[in-house]
């Protein structure tokens, strides 16, 4: 799909494109250079204090955890006093 360059460097992006990435007004954007071509990517951006949980390391524990919820390898409590009886075993 051939788009044009416009004044102050804008182009527009074609409407089925928008559509098939869901994308909308206000939608932040990111534009690399690649072998002379330009990459555009929809990104997502996370507060400063938030980022943490989005670390690699932290993801790959998640990543574990959900196996083992998944797995049922989990314990659950009717009452605090049951957790910690459990914890002092």
Do not use: Y
Not at 39 to 68: L, M, Y
Request: net charge negative; aromatic share 6%.
């Amino acid at each position: 799909m051939i788009v044009e360059l416009r004044q102050k460097s804008q182009v527009t992006i074609p409407a089925d494109i928008l559509k098939a990435l869901n994308l909308k007004a206000g939608d932040k954007l990111e534009f690399t250079v690649q072998d002379g071509k330009i990459i555009v990517q929809p990104v997502v951006t996370v507060p400063k204090d938030q980022a943490w949980f989005w670390s690699e390391n932290w993801q790959a524990e998640e990543r574990i955890v959900d196996e083992q919820i998944k797995n049922g390898q989990v314990k659950s409590f009717d009452n605090i006093d049951a957790l910690i009886e459990d914890l002092d075993t």
